[in-house]
């Protein structure tokens, strides 16, 4: 039901969304044969898994809490809560939604990685949990973040933010070695290097180091953001 | 003692009135400047100075070429989003609000308030500007050659996105277009542009549309300014920039005449 209805508010934006995700992905990993003129092969490996996970994540990380942003600006917050749903299926049902949205792009974008770098991957059965977590833990944190803060403003502000942080100065796209050292040292405790490393490991061998750790990052991310979620949606009236 | 007269109405032409009218759209744009200055100055400082230090994050070690190129880019980059971003949107915002048809009601000649809009953002970009250079140029410890020609480099780029933002925000009725046009812009800006990178690693006719767009020649006049030897024939770049400059202040007083 609410799967549904997820889907029906979105079949404005569902669209666009789609294409923009595939546009940026496959975008991304051509724009890289610009930066560098020759790519090294390492860089190319980088981007083509990160562009996975930055897929994944955005919707959920950043179109979510700007959805939800609208809603409460448009004073249609508070009908969705009067719905005669459990509160816990509408939060499946939108992370159900991201992972429809999500996996197209995930995939056109590894499509044109393969395409355009002749890349060494190797994929294993790793890539399900992987994308799952991944998937479940941004959404749950773009979740938790747009129902815990009031301010719409606020919220629109701190998700364009952090699209910079994802794109630019999170290790997803490129090794955490090319980061400061002190951004390196405080991405191993944000989920953000966790889910790209994870996801990385689910398609190379060899590159990605400690999944394990990453896998406990990520997972405690995910339980933290649910915890947040559930006090700020149990609070309400 | 003479009984107060009233004050003789005011005539509504010639040069005084003009500048008045001027003055009067400069201080109301930037009294509603205080709503937007805060994002304004953030999104410079993150388009500039953010994009250069993630180009490096991308390439790890760079030569000093390459360092060079990419931080002498990060001014054009903040200048962009300010004029081609950032005022369509706000004339777009207008026109969700409403407030669009009150600023044509003003008393004002619609010239100045152009000219209003256009000296605004103008002088608003330099500040940005020399944030982006001067990070950039500290993170990647650079020894730039700084001439004269930044003023006009600086004043011809920021004026030639101040229009053809303007031109854009008016002359596209719709509002949301308006946003997928300007979201459009910032993608190909920051994804596909010759300005942090040379044009030599774009693919041919990706580097011929560059050639007859905007962005290189805004990223060559500034360049040309800050280095010596890495840019020929900058005289091109003022011609490009000069030319869409005065094809978009064409646009733009279609659009504004055409209205009513």
């Known amino acids: 039901m609410m799967v549904r209805w997820e889907m029906t508010s979105l079949r404005m934006v569902l669209a666009i969304t789609v294409i923009v995700q595939i546009v940026s992905g496959a975008g991304f990993v051509l724009a890289l044969g610009l930066f560098f003129g020759q790519v090294p092969p390492r860089a190319a490996l980088f981007v083509s898994t990160g562009v996975l996970v930055v897929t994944l994540i955005t919707i959920g990380l950043v179109l979510g809490p700007q959805l939800v942003a609208l809603q409460k600006a448009e004073k249609t917050y508070d009908f969705l809560w ?34 355009r770098y002749d890349l060494d991957l190797h994929l294993s059965a790793a890539i399900v949990p ?35 942080v994802i794109i630019g100065f999170s290790p997803i796209n490129f090794p955490a070695e090319q980061l400061p050292g002190w951004l390196a040292a405080l991405h191993r405790w944000l989920p953000l290097a966790p889910m790209a490393d994870t996801v990385r490991a689910g398609l190379t061998q060899g590159v990605v180091a400690d999944v394990a750790r ?24 | 003692m003479t009984a107060p007269s009233l004050p003789a109405p005011p005539l509504r032409r010639g040069i005084a ?22 994002p304004f100055v953030i999104v410079q400082i993150l388009m500039g100075a953010g994009m250069a230090l993630i180009y490096g994050f991308y390439l790890g070690d760079m030569p000093i070429q390459v360092a060079t190129f990419v931080a002498t880019g990060a001014p054009t980059l903040a200048v962009i989003p300010l004029g081609m971003a950032l005022a369509p949107s706000l004339i777009a ?35 940005g500007f020399a944030a982006a250079l001067g990070i950039a140029a500290w993170r990647y410890d650079l020894d730039l050659h700084v001439s004269a020609w930044v003023v006009p480099a600086v004043l ?42 040379p044009i030599e690693n774009f693919p ?12 290189w020649h805004m990223a060559n006049v ?30 733009a007083a279609w659009a504004v005449g055409r209205r009513r």
């Open chain 2, 204 to 215: 041919g006719w990706l580097a011929a549309a560059h050639r007859v767009l905007p962005f």
């Open chain 1, 82 to 115: 009067s719905l005669p749903v459990p509160r816990t299926t509408a939060a499946l049902a939108w992370v159900t939604t991201n992972l429809v949205l999500g996996v197209p792009g995930m995939a056109v974008a590894l499509g044109v990685a393969l395409v």
């Open chain 2, 156 to 197: 011809l780029s920021s004026l030639m996105a101040a229009s053809v933002g303007f031109a854009v925000g008016h002359a596209v009725a719709q509002p949301a277009l308006v946003n997928v046009i300007t979201n459009l812009v910032i993608f190909v800006v920051l994804m596909f542009s010759p300005i942090a990178f």
């Open chain 1, 214 to 237: 990453s896998y406990l990052v990520l997972g405690a991310w995910a339980v933290a953001s649910v915890g947040v979620s559930a006090a700020v949606l149990g609070r309400r009236e």
């Open chain 2, 17 to 38: 009135y003009w500048l008045t009218g001027y003055r009067g759209m400069l201080r109301f744009d930037l009294a509603s400047a205080r709503e937007w200055l805060v």
């Open chain 2, 93 to 127: 915002g207008r026109k969700v609000e409403g407030t669009y048809d009150f600023m044509w009601s003003l008393p004002v000649p619609r010239l100045t308030a152009a000219l209003s809009s256009y000296t605004l953002f103008t002088v608003l970009a330099a500040p």
């Open chain 1, 130 to 164: 992987a994308v799952l977590l991944t998937l479940f833990t941004g959404t749950m944190v773009g979740y938790a973040l747009a129902h815990a803060l009031g301010n719409p403003m606020l919220i629109v502000a701190i998700t364009q933010m952090l699209i910079f």
């Open chain 2, 222 to 251: 500034v360049r040309a300014s800050l280095t010596t030897g890495l840019v020929e024939a900058v005289w091109q770049s003022y011609v490009v920039l000069g030319a869409w400059t005065a094809g978009a202040w064409f646009l």
